[in-house]
């Protein structure tokens, strides 16, 4: 079984809808993690959480939200979608400070959304 | 301002031939650095790298770090129509991780 799951896997969607974006991680991470992809802009942040508790704005949080159910869950909302906001995205874990391993981070498979 | 700056940013090269991929940063703080494989999917990881002049090896790829100067780079030796993928660099740094444009390897048979 994956260690992090995303669902939907692909979706399209039209201007304005309301989208969540939800991931789930059997690895017992407590740091969580949303990027898009976009071509030729690499992997840019959008949130991240460092534990139920916590959550903080990255590199492009403008129009989405997240919200941390627990330890395992991490979600990822657009509150009403536009056209520029069709991407790949990938949920990410890591835990941080386990014996030097704890930089790497482990990717979901990745959603494709598109906004029409 | 924290920055990883990869290139090229393609690369096109015949089976067999070696290619050497670098990424360079610029952050604060720095505590290591990763490379990932990303084809149609998720990024899957390579190595880690935190310590200068240590080489990290994987059958035919390799990666070393020079944090002197700041960069690290990815080789791949006897390249295969496999290795055809886009390759990430990533600098984990205070609460961010920070990741390159990546380089996008083709390998022609």
């Known amino acids: 079984d994956a260690d992090v799951t995303q669902t939907p896997r692909n979706r399209i969607t039209k201007t304005g809808k309301r989208i969540m974006l939800e991931c789930s991680q059997t690895?017992?991470?407590?740091?969580m993690y949303w990027y898009r992809q976009d071509p030729g802009l690499g992997l840019q942040l959008i949130y991240y959480?460092?534990?139920?508790?916590?959550?903080n704005k990255g590199e492009i949080s403008d129009g989405y939200s997240v919200s941390r159910q627990a330890q395992a869950k991490f979600s990822l909302s657009l509150e009403s979608a536009i056209p520029n906001q069709t991407a790949l995205y990938f949920c990410a874990t890591s835990d941080f400070g386990a014996g030097g391993l704890g930089d790497t981070q482990y990717f979901g498979p990745g959603t494709r959304l598109t906004v029409l | 301002e924290d920055k990883v700056v990869q290139s090229p940013l393609s690369l096109v090269v015949h089976e067999g031939d070696t290619v050497t991929l670098n990424c360079s940063y610029e952050v604060t703080n720095f505590r290591s650095l990763l490379w990932y494989k990303q084809e149609k999917k998720a990024p899957t990881f390579l190595f880690m790298l935190?310590?200068?002049?240590i080489e990290k090896k994987s059958g035919r790829l390799s990666s070393i770090l020079d944090k002197k100067e700041l960069f690290s780079i990815l080789n791949i030796t006897a390249t295969q129509t496999g290795d055809s993928a886009v390759y990430l660099c990533a600098v984990p740094t205070g609460n961010q991780f920070y990741f390159g444009t990546g380089t996008s390897l083709t390998v022609i048979p």
């Open positions: 935190t310590s200068s002049g």
């Open positions: 959480s460092f534990d139920v508790k916590d959550i």
């Open positions: 690895k017992g991470h407590d740091r």
